[in-house]
C-alpha cells in the first residue's frame, strides 16, 4: 500500500504536468484524460470534489478492476488501440502520448482500488450534493475547467470501451453490484462525514466490492452517447467542443443548422468594428435589419454613442424604443433569439455554464 | 480608447499584409504615435489630378472608430471640397455620414472618388466651386491640373 500511495501522486503530478504544458490543445488526447479522470478521482476522494467525481468515476470501471488482476490486464490494450484510431489524421505526436500514457495507466491500476470506494462514497453522496462540492478540491481543481471537457470525452470512450466488451467483467461484477448496492446506501447515510479524512484501508473485501460500484453508476449517472435518446439537450457534444474554436461552421452543422443559415451565420469571422473574433453569441447577434454583425461589446458602444447601425447607417433603436428605452439592447437580444431556430436557443444555453 | 488602439493596431497590420492591394494607396503609420497617420495616394486618372501624388495627414481620435478620422490634405490641391489653405476636407462620410465600419483604408478610396466626383454644392474652395457651377469646366479643369502639377508632381530640373 505504501508503494501505491508513492507511485499515484506521483502518476497525477505527472498528469497535471503534462495537462498544463499542453494548454488548451484541443486534439484528442484519450489516454491522458484517462489519467486524469484517474488523478481527480483519487483528489476527489480527499477534496470531496463530487461534481468531478461524477465523471471521473466512470473510468473507474475500467481501472478499479485491478482489484482483481485477471481483469485489469484485458483493458488497457483495448482503449490504446482505440486511442490510436482516433489520433489518425492528428499529430503523430498524439499517439505516442497515447501509447505512453497506456503504460502509466497500467501503472496506476494499482492504487485504483485504494481511492475508488472514497470516489464512490462521495458519488453516493448523491446528485443534491454535487453542485456543493464543486470547487472545494482547491489547488488540485485547478485544471477542473479543462478537465470537465477532457473527462466528459473519457466518459464516452469509457462507455464504448464497456459496449465493447462487457462480457469480461459482467459475470464477476454481478454479485458485487448487489453488496455494492447495499454498501452504497450505507454509504450515502454515515459515511458522508468520514469522506475527506480517508485515504481508506482498502480491506481485501471493500475493495472488490466498491470496484463493482461504477457498474450501477454507468446506468444512472453515465456519459451519454453522441446518439443516445436520453441525453439531455443542453449537453453540448463532444465533436462540437473539439471544432469549436476552429471552424464554427461545423458546430451549426451538428446543430442540424441548414446551409443557407450556415452561410449567413459564419460569414463574419471578426467584428468589423473592433476587429475581434466574433464568438457564437456575436455571431448569432443580427441587432439590425440590414444584417451588419457585430459584436456586442461595440455594440453596446455604438448604443451609448449615436446608436447608429455602421451597416446601414440607421438608427439602432427605431424599434426597441416602442418597447421602453429600459434595455435596447436587451430587448433586441430577446427579439433576436425569438426569432431564430430553437435549437440555437438551446446552445446558447448550453454554452452559458461552461463558461 | 484601448478599443481605438487596438482597432488601429488591427488596421496596421491589414495594410502591411495587403500592401500591394491597392496601388493608388499607400498608408504609412507614424512611428512613434498609432494615433498619428500619413497616406499618398494617387490622383485618378481622367482627372486634373492625374500623375500627382497627394499627401494625407490623418488625425485618429480616441474614440476611433466611433469618431471619423480627421483627415486633410497636405499637398496643395484646386478642388472645390478641399480648402485651399489648410487642407480640410468636406466629405460627409467624415461629419455626420462616418460608420465605424469604414477603415483608414477606405477612407483614402472615399477621397480619391471625391476627387474625381467634386460636389461644387458644399464647396471650401469657393473659386473652384464657382467655376463648376458656372459650368466653366475648361476654366476648372486647367486651374486643377495646374496645381497639380505645381504641388503635387516631383520637381523636374
Redesign the interface.
Known amino acids: 500500500m505504501g508503494h501505491s500511495d508513492a507511485a499515484s501522486p506521483a502518476s497525477a503530478a505527472a498528469a497535471r504536468d503534462a495537462k498544463k504544458k499542453r494548454g488548451n490543445r484541443t486534439a484528442a488526447k484519450l489516454k491522458q484524460s484517462k489519467l486524469e479522470t484517474r488523478r481527480e478521482q483519487w483528489l476527489s476522494g480527499q477534496g470531496k470534489d463530487g461534481k468531478e467525481t461524477k465523471v471521473a468515476a466512470l473510468p473507474t470501471g475500467a481501472g478499479s478492476n485491478a482489484g482483481s488482476p485477471i481483469l485489469a490486464s484485458p483493458h488497457p490494450p483495448l482503449p490504446r488501440r482505440r486511442a490510436d484510431t482516433r489520433s489518425r489524421g492528428s499529430d503523430p505526436e498524439d499517439r505516442e502520448e497515447a501509447a505512453a500514457a497506456t503504460l502509466e495507466v497500467g501503472g496506476s491500476d494499482l492504487d485504483s482500488p485504494m481511492h475508488s470506494p472514497v470516489s464512490d462514497k462521495s458519488q453516493g453522496g448523491g446528485c443534491a450534493q454535487r453542485k456543493g462540492f464543486s470547487g472545494n478540491g482547491g489547488g488540485p481543481s485547478l485544471s477542473s475547467g479543462s478537465s470537465v471537457w477532457s473527462s466528459s470525452r473519457s466518459v464516452s470512450d469509457a462507455e464504448e470501451d464497456h459496449t465493447g466488451c462487457p462480457e469480461d467483467e459482467s459475470e464477476v461484477l454481478d454479485d458485487w453490484e448487489a453488496a455494492a448496492d447495499a454498501l452504497y446506501d450505507d454509504d450515502s447515510h454515515c459515511h458522508q462525514s468520514s469522506v475527506p479524512t480517508t485515504p481508506p484501508p482498502a480491506p481485501t473485501n471493500a475493495a472488490p466490492a466498491n470496484a463493482a460500484r461504477p457498474e450501477p453508476i454507468r446506468s444512472k449517472a453515465r456519459a451519454w452517447a453522441p446518439d443516445d435518446i436520453f441525453r439531455p439537450q443542453s449537453l453540448p457534444s463532444i465533436s462540437k467542443q473539439a471544432s469549436f474554436p476552429a471552424s464554427i461552421g461545423n458546430c451549426w452543422a451538428g446543430m442540424g443548422m441548414s446551409a443557407a443559415q450556415q452561410g449567413i451565420l459564419s460569414l463574419p469571422l471578426s467584428c ?5 473574433d466574433l464568438d457564437p453569441t456575436d455571431s448569432s447577434f443580427l441587432p439590425c435589419p440590414c444584417g ?1 454583425h457585430l459584436c456586442l ?2 455594440h453596446n ?2 448604443l451609448e ?2 446608436g ?1 447601425c ?2 446601414c ?1 440607421k438608427q439602432y433603436n427605431t424599434v426597441p424604443a416602442a418597447e421602453g428605452g429600459g434595455g435596447p439592447r436587451a430587448t433586441m437580444i430577446g427579439r433576436e433569439m425569438a426569432n431564430i431556430a430553437p435549437v440555437r436557443l438551446s446552445r446558447s444555453c448550453s454554452m452559458g455554464p461552461r463558461y | 480608447m484601448q478599443a481605438s488602439r487596438a482597432r488601429l493596431f488591427k488596421e496596421y497590420k491589414e495594410v502591411q499584409r495587403e500592401k500591394s492591394a491597392d496601388p493608388d494607396i499607400q498608408l504609412i503609420c507614424d512611428d512613434s504615435n498609432i494615433f498619428k497617420w500619413t497616406a499618398l495616394i494617387k490622383g485618378p486618372s481622367e482627372t486634373p489630378f492625374e500623375g500627382g501624388v497627394f499627401q494625407l495627414a490623418f488625425s485618429i481620435p480616441e474614440q476611433y472608430p466611433l469618431l471619423p478620422p480627421q483627415v486633410r490634405f497636405l499637398t496643395k490641391i484646386f478642388h472645390p471640397n478641399v480648402h485651399f489653405k489648410t487642407g480640410e476636407i468636406c466629405l460627409d462620410i467624415l461629419k455626420n455620414a462616418w460608420s465605424p465600419a469604414w477603415t483608414l483604408q477606405s477612407v483614402c478610396r472615399a477621397i480619391i472618388a471625391l476627387m474625381a466626383h467634386p460636389e461644387p454644392d458644399s464647396p471650401l474652395n469657393c473659386d473652384s466651386g464657382n467655376l463648376l457651377r458656372s459650368g466653366d469646366i475648361r476654366g476648372y479643369q486647367s486651374m486643377a491640373r495646374m496645381y497639380t502639377r505645381l504641388a503635387a508632381m516631383p520637381k523636374k530640373g
Open positions: 468589423p468594428i473592433c476587429y475581434e451588419f461589446f461595440c458602444r455604438i454613442a449615436d447608429r455602421p451597416g447607417r
